[in-house]
């Protein structure tokens, strides 16, 4: 018996890891699996009326757009709601849980979060009934609205510490704020956009960015101060091998709680402990002008949990189940490092992480030879193209080298590995 699986994209402008990843499904070819064969195909989709009650051709959905857009995450929801298509992300909980939402759980999970707060927007929440309600009802804002005092808060969170956006993305609206006035001029600036204050980490040990794709993390050491092309350092084994497994162990945490599984996450290690600062991200940087190195192991990753969840028949979880992680992280007599081993095996459970193991080395293992014979062979164009749409036309010779070279060294890597 054979099926017809097509995997959609929804993307915004990016061309380089999408024209990777419908690469290397081609190639996959047919998959045989416990007596049915799956035959794969991708597809672009674009933003068009729907009949809420058609049926689609997708089994999954990769989404990069309907964190920022409406039409696609309406669309969205009702392909998970009434066509059970798997869909990464899930549209449910990245609008209902942000930034903000990760950090209380993680907070009650026992993770050590550093010292927040939320604060009230500087202008008025732009909302219809509100602003309804105020013409309606004089002083309603000034009623409900408490006074507070910023500068009073932002001496206890201390100085230097960030405002961010509660529920931002790409550093956007994020200021380092190291003094009374700069706290009143950044919130000043804020206008609409709500915000935390976070206690500064400076003088850190380290800076990781881990990128979670299904139950694969890449913890990667990454420097914000560089440029673009250089944030990620090619660096192994930069973690002691605890503090290595607590930063992986975090964010499959968050993940599997929150029912995310394209998702990064960012750490800072300061004196050899772990605090996590920024753990959701609908749409996770995998370009190769920034990943580069990391670059072919994300699209691998991506094509192996595709294939997994929709082989298997995965079902698409529109739900939370938090109390099961909060019974670990409510336990007062529990050490930490015992609510950690608790949490992986929670998450290891959720992303199935035997049955996956046992996937990838029964129908995937030939895709690792042809991930490898891609990127050796065929990727150059894709890598040129995406170098001269991204930096100008004097720069673009050096940055085609540049990447060149960093995702030739993974290539080498890998056949070493392999053959080790």
């Known amino acids: 018996m054979s099926e017809a699986r097509v995997i959609g994209m929804v993307l915004g402008t990016e061309e380089d890891w999408p024209t990777a990843f419908e690469t290397l499904v081609e190639r996959l070819g047919p998959i045989e699996w416990r007596g049915e064969t799956h035959e794969f195909s991708t597809e672009r989709i674009f933003n068009e009326p729907f009949d809420l009650r058609y049926k689609p051709r997708y089994s999954l959905v990769i989404d990069r757009l309907a964190w920022w857009y409406d039409l696609p995450r309406a669309w ?23 930034k903000h939402s990760a950090y209380c759980a993680m907070i009650r999970l026992g993770v050590k979060v550093p010292e927040t707060w939320l604060i009230p927007h500087k202008v008025p929440t732009p909302i ?10 004089p002083g309603v804002a000034s009623r409900y609205n408490a006074p507070f005092d910023l500068l009073e808060i932002g001496e206890r969170v201390g100085y230097p510490l960030y405002m961010k956006p509660f529920d931002g993305g790409q550093w956007v609206g994020v200021s380092r704020v190291g003094s009374r006035e700069e706290l009143q001029r950044a919130y000043d600036e804020s206008g609409v956009r709500m915000m935390h204050l976070q206690a500064a980490l400076e003088d850190f040990d380290v800076f990781a960015r881990s990128l979670s794709i299904g139950p694969e993390t890449m913890v990667m050491k990454f420097r914000p101060e560089r440029p673009m092309h250089d944030r990620y350092e090619v660096a192994h084994d930069f973690l002691p091998p605890d503090l290595g497994h607590e930063v992986v162990t975090i964010s499959k945490l968050v993940n599997a709680f929150f029912r995310w599984e394209f998702n990064s996450c960012e750490t800072i290690v300061k004196d050899g402990v772990a605090y996590p600062i920024d753990y959701a991200n609908a ?12 670059f072919p192991w994300a699209i ?17 979880r529109t739900d939370l189940d938090t109390r099961g992680y909060f019974k670990i992280g409510d336990e007062p007599g529990m050490p930490y490092e015992e609510k950690l081993t608790e949490y992986r095996r929670l998450a290891d459970d959720y992303f199935e992480l035997d049955a996956y193991e046992e996937f990838l080395d029964g129908p995937l293992a030939r895709l690792d030879e042809t991930v490898h014979d891609y990127f050796a062979r065929d990727f150059d164009d894709v890598l040129v193209s995406t170098v001269r749409s991204t930096f100008p036309e004097h720069e673009q010779e050096q940055f085609v080298e540049h990447y060149r070279g960093l995702v030739g060294a993974w290539v080498a890597d890998e056949a070493a590995r392999t053959h080790a």
């Open 76 to 98: 969205l929801k009702k392909i998970a709601l009434m066509d059970d298509v798997y869909l990464l992300n899930n549209p449910f909980t990245f609008q209902s849980m942000e």
């Open 128 to 137: 219809a009934q509100f602003e309804y309600m105020a013409a309606k009802f």
């Open 283 to 294: 749409s996770p940087d995998v370009a190769v002008t920034s990943l580069h190195y990391y």
């Open 300 to 316: 691998r990753a991506l094509v192996r949990w595709c294939a997994f969840c929709v082989v298997t028949g995965r079902r698409m």
